[in-house]
């Protein structure tokens, strides 16, 4: 599965490499929104991890764009900001998961082959 880490700590985005590529993942990395948001729209991933705190451009703008031009390929986001409403506000403007920093790459992984479950439409939740 071909994945896009936009992380600007380059030790988090390296660590995440790492862990994902021994998952069986094709990980690239790009660490400012400017690269991101070109990268994101003019390639096809299976899943992008997205920060939401980057240079040039934040990783919510970047989002909104990426939805509003058409894109829907699973992102997850991964920041450092706390709190419900920062949670809403991502998840509102098209992310397909939120993971607060610091994590363990354990707990990552498990969120990658979950939203990519769903997205090929392994596991569809009933409502009644």
């Known amino acids: 599965m071909r994945t896009l880490v936009v992380e600007d700590e380059r030790q988090i985005a ?12 094709a990980v690239e ?27 040039k451009l934040d990783g919510l703008t ?23 409403s920062a949670r809403v506000d991502g998840i509102n403007s098209g992310a397909d998961d939120y993971l607060v920093k610091p994590f363990q790459m354990e707990e990552l992984i498990a969120r990658v082959r979950a939203v990519l479950r769903r997205t090929h439409g392994h596991a569809g939740p009933v409502l009644s």
């Open 62 to 84: 970047i989002l909104r764009r990426w939805r509003a031009e058409g894109r829907n390929m699973p992102v997850i986001i991964l920041t450092a900001r706390e709190g419900w």
């Open 29 to 55: 990395l790009c660490q400012d929104g400017e690269d991101a948001w070109y990268r994101g729209g003019t390639e096809d991933y299976d899943l992008v991890i997205l920060d939401l705190g980057l240079p």
């Open 14 to 25: 390296e660590d995440m490499a790492t862990s994902l590529g021994a998952a069986g993942f």
